[in-house]
Every structure is written in structure tokens, then in C-alpha cells.
Nanobody, 118 residues
Framework: QVPFVESGGGLVQPGGSLRLSCVASSGFFRGTDMGWYRQGLGKQREFVAAVTSGHDKNYADSVKGRFTISRDNAKNMVYLQMTNLKPEDTAVYYC????????????WGQGTQVTVSS
């Protein structure tokens, strides 16, 4: 079973918006901090945002004020609302457990590509 399935990426112009979704397997999701991470071409994977099961939130400085993370505990879903997108947001976006540090786990989903370009 794939532990995380991400969707919602696409091509968007600078200043545009996208909403990413992730469905997680119960074993990874329940009672666990959930995060979004991204990896640009030729770059290391980095933390983007995280949310606790109690809906406390944490954001990377580069996305504060532009991205909003949320979760639906009944559906094992995590969302990332992205607004005012910039070319430097271009990356493959992944969801996984965690609060800030990129997990060292080998169990990653396929991710969803976000491309910000005019």
C-alpha cells in the first residue's frame, strides 16, 4: 500500500494559486504531525509546512503568508493551499509525517509537480 498519494499540482503563472491534496494511510496519519515537503530540480528536499493533529501549524519562512496547511482527520487528508506563487516555488511536492525536519523514511509517495512559469 502506498502510504501517501499527492495530487493537485500543475502549471500556474506567477501570482497564481493551487491547492494540493494528500491522502495518507491510517498508520502514518492518525495522531501524527503531517507535513508538506518539496524538491526542486537539482536541489535537496526541504520542509514547507506542517500541521499537528490538533491543527497547530508550522511554516518555512519562504512560504509564510502565502501557503496554508490544513488537515481533515476524519478523511486522513492533508491539504496545502498555495497563493501568490513564485517561480522559486517550482518543485515536486510531497506529504509525509513530521514537523520541520525532512523525514529520513524511504516510504515516500510519487509527489505532485508544481510549475510556476509565465
Amino acid at each position: 500500500q502506498v502510504p501517501f498519494v499527492e495530487s493537485g499540482g500543475g502549471l500556474v503563472q506567477p501570482g497564481g494559486s493551487l491547492r494540493l491534496s494528500c491522502v495518507a494511510s491510517s498508520g502514518f496519519f492518525r495522531g501524527t504531525d503531517m507535513g508538506w515537503y518539496r524538491q526542486g530540480l537539482g536541489k535537496q528536499r526541504e520542509f514547507v509546512a506542517a500541521v499537528t493533529s490538533g491543527h497547530d501549524k508550522n511554516y518555512a519562512d519562504s512560504v509564510k503568508g502565502r501557503f496554508t496547511i490544513s488537515r481533515d482527520n476524519a478523511k486522513n487528508m492533508v491539504y496545502l493551499q498555495m497563493t501568490n506563487l513564485k517561480p522559486e516555488d517550482t518543485a515536486v511536492y510531497y506529504c509525509h509525517t513530521g514537523w520541520a525536519a525532512v523525514p529520513t523514511s524511504t516510504f515516500w509517495g510519487q509527489g505532485t509537480q508544481v510549475t510556476v512559469s509565465s
